[in-house]
């Protein structure tokens, strides 16, 4: 093992949670900065890819089973599409703002349950943003995570 291998496999991690917290940042902050659940979700996946590169398939501290990938990226689709279904039955449109209720359609028990706590109010765009920016992290994630195991796999 060369030295340079031990410096990026002591810097890595640390790095990696810093990749973390930098896109959940900018994921939650997405409503009312330039960014939002995409670039998060990517931030987050490069920490994963970082990960990988340096310590491989198999030694990467961030190890993530096929049934957990799974369940995350089908949880944040499920959960972006049912709050559209509930603006749609609600007010008409299909992800139709609950939160805010522009238009005066939404009766406001409703709407006090979609309200984000944020001086801005941006409704439901801060869940959105969380829905989106967890499926391109895991997506992003799986596709280097397959990826490596098919080099893994090429390579035995």
């Known amino acids: 093992m060369s030295q340079g291998s031990i410096i ?18 900018t994921i939650l902050g997405g ?10 979700g990517a931030m987050i996946a490069a920490g994963v890819v970082l990960c990988i590169l340096v310590y491989g398939i198999d ?19 499920l959960m972006f599409v049912i709050f559209g279904l509930i603006g749609l039955f609600v007010a008409g449109s299909f992800l139709y703002n609950m939160g805010t209720d522009l238009s005066g359609v939404v009766p406001t028990y409703i709407q006090n349950i979609f309200h984000y706590p944020d001086v801005t109010n941006a409704g439901i765009v801060p869940y959105l943003n969380i829905f989106v920016g967890l499926k391109v992290f895991v997506g992003l994630s799986a596709i280097v995570i397959a990826f490596a195991g098919f080099k893994k796999l090429s390579e035995e």
């Open 8 to 25: 990026l496999k002591i810097i890595a991690l640390p790095i990696a949670v810093i990749l973390f917290c930098l896109g959940i940042m």
């Open 59 to 77: 030694g990467s501290p961030i190890n993530f089973s096929h049934k957990y990938i799974d369940a995350f990226e089908n949880f944040g689709a």
């Open 31 to 40: 409503h009312i900065t330039p960014g939002g659940g995409f670039q998060g």
